[in-house]
């Protein structure tokens, strides 16, 4: 199985990000997915800043993906996102059915948003052009075991293995509306929360994540563990999501225990410390906030 690095999901400085994937330039991941995912009002990199990373990430050595938005909400979206699924140069990820249209049937990557739950689906994508698919993250191993019988020749499957679950896109900004702020005049105060902002219950248990309009789980989500049983499965590729502390000690560790020299239990061990808290119950066909120790 091959180590891929996803989109990263939050509002970083430019600074930051640049910092960030010129780290990544010389870590064991297979492929690097780049682009904004999330919001059209993140502007630290403009799309010649990704494009730029790119360049710089496929030079050392990496797969790269560009991603697209995957809530269209505009004119401007629609032309941005445009820019980037049209471009030949790069394998793009289809957050959503304009990016897989403007694809004119080029090769793409069925992101993890377009929500692909049966074999008919991921049938229909194959002859639009798409060569992987990501699994929705709410899917158990169960369905997925399913869905690779039915899997097109020619497709490659990626699960979502790390970070904190993308769950839902809403077209209000959560973050905007915590410090009563309208969406237009957010003040860009994703920035004061590197790895989004926290929301509890009226107990105080950990029940959210809120990244702008996307909403996150709490926990973060760790497969690590069930890496023996994805590779069974014929999964082609597992995916981390960005953080602001602990990546590279992240990638080690998963990279150790694809290449077999650690046991995936021992990797899902030395990660507990680098989460605030874990779940992994959605893979278990259980209630998603829940985690379940790998013996």
């Excluded at 690095?5 to 430019?14: A, E, Q, S, V």
């Excluded at 941005?80 to 030949?88: G, H, L, N, P, S």
């Excluded at 989460?275 to 829940?290: F, T």
Aim: charged fraction near 25%; include cysteine; hydrophobic fraction near 45%.
């Amino acid at each position: 199985m091959r180590l891929a690095l996803g989109p990263l999901l939050y509002y970083w400085t430019r600074d930051a990000v640049l910092e960030f994937y010129a780290r990544v330039a010389g870590l064991p991941v297979d492929i690097v997915y780049v682009g904004e995912v999330v919001c059209a009002r993140r502007r630290a990199l403009r799309a010649d800043d990704w494009i730029g990373l790119a360049r710089d990430l496929a030079a050392a050595g990496k797969a790269v993906v560009l991603s697209t938005q995957a809530l269209i909400e505009s004119e401007g979206d629609i032309r941005a996102m445009r820019r980037v699924a049209e471009r030949a140069d790069f394998l793009v990820e289809a957050n959503e059915m304009g990016a897989v249209r403007a694809r004119g049937g080029r090769p793409f990557v069925a992101g993890p948003h377009l929500n692909v739950y049966n074999g008919a689906t991921l049938a229909w994508l194959a002859q639009l052009g798409a060569t992987r698919w990501v699994m929705p993250v709410e899917l158990s191993g169960r369905a997925l075991a399913g869905l690779q019988r039915e899997r097109p020749a020619g497709v490659e499957t990626e699960v979502f293995a790390w970070g904190r679950l993308p769950l839902a896109f809403s077209a209000r900004c959560f973050t905007a509306r915590h410090y009563d702020l309208p969406k237009d005049d957010c003040q860009f105060r994703c920035l004061e929360h590197a790895d989004g902002l926290a929301l509890a219950t009226r107990e105080g248990k950990p029940f959210l994540t809120l990244n702008g309009i996307q909403t996150q789980s709490a926990q973060v989500y760790d497969l690590a563990g069930a890496l023996d049983e994805l590779r069974a499965l014929g999964v082609d590729a597992v995916r981390l999501s960005p953080q602001s502390a602990g990546m590279d000690e992240v990638i080690a560790a998963f990279r150790a225990a694809l290449d077999g020299r650690i046991a995936p239990a021992q990797a899902s061990r030395a990660l507990a410390g680098l989460a605030p808290g874990r779940c992994n119950g959605y893979w278990h066909g259980a209630a998603g906030l829940e985690y379940r120790e790998v013996a």
